[in-house]
């Protein structure tokens, strides 16, 4: 009876092309036999033949995605401990996955990053992501190695910024999707109202049929508990709710690993006893230690290497293995300019996998060596041709970054996809012990359709009450446009705008001051539009102070400077020529005697001395520092300390520069 229903189905297809056609590849499942339960995949391609293919049931791919802080890698961990992967000496640290010593300080998800655990004889591969749009570079490479996707939502915030980025590049995948609705035991969840949002989100971005009849798992990976229930009282301490929810949606990879191996990089390591490692999924085929196979580079050209160590991931380890097929999700070492994107097959079969496609970046920033008065002193790399080796060096794992040569040899224009994403290189950078300068960020103008387009970022702002008007004022300034205004109730707010990415820039020291610290912004890139001409947006709007000699910073001298406005330094602190130490009240630039001593005699005051008080200066972080730069300074940057200097650091030339440019607006005009 099973015979005749599948010779009639197949008979059917043929008249079913039309409604296949727009897409390159569609699965349709279904079970053959409900005792033998064996499952068939039926593929339609735009060459017009069907196959029937087995698919591996013992293996699930997966990838945890969310807004930032919205529990997934928590969510992880517990799936690592409840599964019973870890062997009874290995320790689970708090956030185990964020191994990167930068990720555990910030608490945010950096690097993608491929575990694997065992439930109920299945292997559950499992990708944890960033959150921020500023890496997305990470997400987008990692959808092509997963067949679903489990979107984790806090009960209370609902749909944020990142949500909507991270949900929107698995569907452009056509990835099955699993809702897990975190933080349920929160007093202020609104878990149904959060569903809501969630189907609201996925009907906005046009998520297909099958799509938006997505499971539901409500969960405390904090506390290690899930139910199917949006009642916190039903709450189990178990994540089994998850695992089952994930082995009966998410697909099962095909086994076609009788056809020509087709294994494609999506990340990449590095281990100083095999070298350049690539990390991805095998598509199709075999691959076994000691295969000679081809590498077909970025560039169309190939390159024949031996695989000399393959390694799985289970839990926190790396093992290494002699064999892996279709579905799984390995290490590859043997070839040391393998690259993200490239795709390994058989010398006698070369058939290249799609390039992967990564967003362009936004945002861009000159990289300099340092040459401040005080260069070479602490640091470790300070020549062109160390930062040169080591921005290529980042080449060749971040997607997502460019590295371009200027006409000096000492410069380099670097992009990315925000400042938060180039705020970290610099940071590692100089942990590692590098010396450079940097530039104010600034957009990347595209034209698109034959005009200049910039890039805008949908922002959402969680605020009291009392401090909409200053921001909707604020950003309105910054040309921004508001989207939805929605009282949540308890005088909380939340408003929603898209606004210029270069409005941005500097906005986030404003927006804590204007809100007392109260309100939460968050942004993600939306899109290129036209680009606002004639119009200065973002930037500070108070000028600098800026040290007239060099020296070593007085008490004395701060007394009488800090009326003058803000002081980024404190007494002891050496400063040179041109160097920033603090923010005028007003808009110029002046500059101030940072280091003037009091004068010495043997005379005693008829007066008594007067004694000031010192306010508190306010050391700016990497990021702050970024954010206060002008197009006339840098940011120096050494393993021991970050300055702010004017580029030109004689006060004459200052002025003399300033007047040209002055003369040559005026003459444009």
Not at 356 to 371: A, G, Q, R, S, W
Request: overall charge negative; proline content about 4%; aromatic content about 8%.
């Amino acid at each position: 009876m099973y015979f005749l229903f599948l010779v009639s189905f197949l008979l059917f297809l043929p008249a079913m092309a039309d409604f296949f056609a727009d897409g390159p590849c569609k699965h349709i499942h279904f079970h053959v036999s409900e005792k033998c339960d064996i499952m068939y995949s039926i593929y339609y391609k735009e060459i017009g033949m069907i196959k029937l293919t087995n698919l591996r049931e013992d293996i699930r791919n997966i990838a945890i995605i969310a807004h930032v802080d919205h529990g997934k890698t928590t969510l992880v961990d517990e799936l690592l401990k409840q599964s019973h992967t870890l062997g009874a000496r290995e320790h689970l640290a708090e956030r185990a996955m964020d191994s990167n010593a930068l990720e555990q300080e910030r608490g945010i998800t950096i690097l993608a990053k491929n575990t694997a655990v065992e439930y109920n004889n299945h292997r559950i591969n499992i990708l944890d992501t960033p959150g921020h749009a500023d890496f997305g570079g990470e997400v987008e490479r990692i959808m092509k190695m997963v067949d679903g996707v489990v979107l984790v939502v806090d009960a209370y915030e609902g749909t944020m910024p990142q949500t909507r980025f991270v949900l929107k590049k698995a569907l452009e995948q056509h990835l099955t999707p699993i809702v897990v609705v975190n933080k349920i035991d929160k007093p202020s969840a609104r878990p149904e109202e959060v569903v809501d949002e969630v189907l609201d989100l996925f009907i906005e971005l046009g998520a297909e049929e099958d799509q938006l009849e997505f499971p539901v798992v409500y969960t405390s990976a904090i506390n290690g508990t899930s139910s199917l229930s949006d009642d916190p009282a039903e709450q189990e301490h178990t994540m089994n709710f998850v695992f089952d929810t994930i082995l009966e949606h998410i697909p099962a990879p095909v086994d076609n690993s009788d056809e020509p191996l087709q294994f494609q990089v999506s990340l990449l390591d590095y281990n100083e006893f095999v070298g350049r490692i690539g990390i991805g999924r095998v598509f199709r085929g075999k691959i076994k230690v000691g295969d000679n196979v081809t590498l077909s580079k970025l560039d169309g050209t190939t390159k024949n290497f031996r695989v000399t160590k393959m390694f799985g991931f289970f839990g926190l380890s790396r093992e290494e293995i002699t064999e892996a097929k279709a579905g799984d999700l390995i290490a590859v070492s043997g070839m040391d300019d393998i690259f993200v994107g490239e795709t390994v097959t058989p010398a006698d079969h070369v058939e290249p996998l799609p390039l992967l496609h990564i967003d362009e970046p936004t945002l861009k920033m000159t990289f300099l060596v340092n040459n401040s008065p005080f260069a070479g002193r602490e640091g470790k790399f300070v020549t062109s041709r160390k930062v040169e080796e080591r921005l290529n060096q980042e080449l060749q794992t971040d997607v997502s970054l460019r590295v371009e040569n200027t006409e000096s040899p000492d410069k380099w224009v670097v992009s990315g996809r925000g400042e938060l994403h180039l705020s970290i290189l610099i940071e590692t950078m100089r942990r590692e012990g590098f010396e450079l300068q940097v530039s104010r960020p600034e957009v990347i103008v595209k034209t698109i359709d034959g005009v200049d387009c910039e890039p805008f970022e949908r922002v959402q702002i969680d605020t009291p009450e009392e401090y909409q008007g200053s921001i909707i004022q604020a950003l309105s300034e910054r040309k921004g446009d508001m989207l939805d205004m929605i009282n949540e109730g308890n005088g909380q707010v939340r408003l929603v705008f898209l606004v210029p990415a270069r409005g941005l820039l500097g906005f986030t020291t404003d927006f804590m001051s204007m809100t007392r610290g109260y309100g939460i912004m968050n942004h993600t890139f939306d899109q290129y539009k036209p680009l606002i001409k004639g119009v200065n947006i973002g930037g500070r709007n108070r000028g600098a102070l800026i040290s007239v000699d060099t020296g070593t910073v007085t008490a004395y001298a701060m007394g009488y400077v800090q009326e003058r406005g803000l002081l980024f330094v404190n007494p002891g602190t050496e400063v040179y020529e041109g160097m920033i130490v603090g923010q005028n009240s007003r808009e110029n630039d002046i500059t101030v005697n940072i280091t003037k001593a009091k004068q010495q005699t043997n005379v005693r005051s008829a007066n008594k001395d007067s004694t000031s008080v010192l306010n508190t200066p306010k050391i700016l972080t990497l990021e702050e520092s970024l954010e206060f730069l002008n197009d006339d300074e840098y940011m120096e940057v050494t393993p021991v300390s970050i300055r702010l200097r004017k580029q030109e650091l004689n006060k004459a030339l200052r002025e003399k520069t300033a007047k040209k440019k002055k003369q040559a607006e005026l003459d444009a005009e």
